[in-house]
């Protein structure tokens, strides 16, 4: 049996591979961040007895030349070759795919981008990824790293071209005014701050323009402003089918919708449906995910 893993900073969720393709979930543990020897005991005890290979969706980026990792939040696998550490520890074959990437194949394969050649995965949450798959295949691109807009300063560095006087906010990769550091959830509540002045939860502040209140509104307007321009080179660039969203955000649809009239709005190309939508995995593309890239490696009706 092929267990699937879907691994986050907070919990590690686990579920069988079935042969019609689908993973069925079987709970989740918390996630050892910081010692490696726990870690690799949860997911044994996860993957239950035998030696049958393991498939891993994880939130971090994986150099293609050397397999080692970059995963700020679980600081036991920083820095560390994971996928063969893992498969010396376990004694099983370990495959290991980045989140967003997961989640898009899962798109194109199984969901909103079934049957279409260009689909780019992205994710809105606490922070800003994604991945892309052209006709069933992922993009894995130079080093490991493709699809991974969220990173590249985008803000003007002159206080005049800047959006509403915005100010260019440090980003985890080390620049400053990347797409991640003011599209994510955590982006937004750093525009309402710098707009209004107060720390708000992206939660309260879409929960305030649903309701018609002005600072939210002002707040979520510069946001879908700042994201579509920067989606709109994305799609003119790659010229996706579709765009599926998974993360915390994806959960507002009317946001998604506000995302896609303005994005559709600013591209060449004529796209005559909606093109950002939420992702039919936006839940478990982790996991489902991690199942195709075993599907792909041994073989449909793997399980
Ligand atoms: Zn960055």
Same mark, same amino acid.
């Given at each position: ?77 920083? $820095? ?79 206080? @005049? ?31 309402? $701050? ?53 993360? @915390? ?35 478990? @593309? ?18």
């Amino acid at each position: 049996m092929i267990t699937c893993f879907d691994i986050g900073g907070t919990f590690i969720r686990h579920g069988a591979l079935q042969p019609d393709g689908t993973v069925a979930e079987c709970g989740r543990v918390a996630t050892p961040g910081n010692d490696w020897n726990a870690f690799v005991s949860a997911i044994e005890q996860c993957a239950g007895e035998g030696s049958s290979p393991i498939s891993i969706s994880l939130a971090g980026a994986f150099d293609t030349r050397t397999g080692m990792a970059d995963v700020a939040n679980i600081p036991c696998l920083h $820095k560390r070759a994971v996928s063969r550490d893992l498969e010396e520890a376990l004694g099983r074959k370990v495959l290991i795919t980045n989140d967003a990437n997961a989640f898009a194949l899962a798109e194109a394969v199984d969901g909103t981008g079934r049957g279409k050649p260009v689909v780019f995965g992205i994710i809105l949450g606490s922070g800003v990824g994604g991945g892309l798959v052209v006709n069933g295949e992922l993009v894995t691109g130079y080093g490991g790293i493709a699809g991974e807009w969220g990173h590249g300063p985008i803000m003007d560095p002159t206080a @005049g071209g800047s959006l509403k006087g915005l100010q260019h906010y440090p980003c985890g990769c080390g620049q400053t005014g990347c797409i991640d550091a003011v599209c994510s959830a955590r982006g937004m509540e750093k525009i309402h $701050k710098s707009l209004h002045g107060v720390d708000v939860s992206s939660k309260d502040i879409t929960k305030a323009w649903h309701e018609g209140e002005a600072s939210g509104t002002e707040t979520v307007e510069v946001f879908t402003t700042l994201l579509s321009r920067a989606l709109s080179v994305l799609v003119n660039t790659l010229g996706p089918d579709v765009i599926p969203v998974s993360g @915390g955000l994806s959960n507002d649809t009317a946001l998604l919708d506000e995302i896609d009239r303005k994005t559709r709005s600013l591209v060449l190309a004529d796209y005559g449906a909606p093109l950002v939508v939420r992702g039919q995995f936006a839940a478990n @593309g982790g996991l489902h995910g991690a199942g195709i890239v075993a599907r792909k490696t041994f073989g449909e009706g793997t399980a």
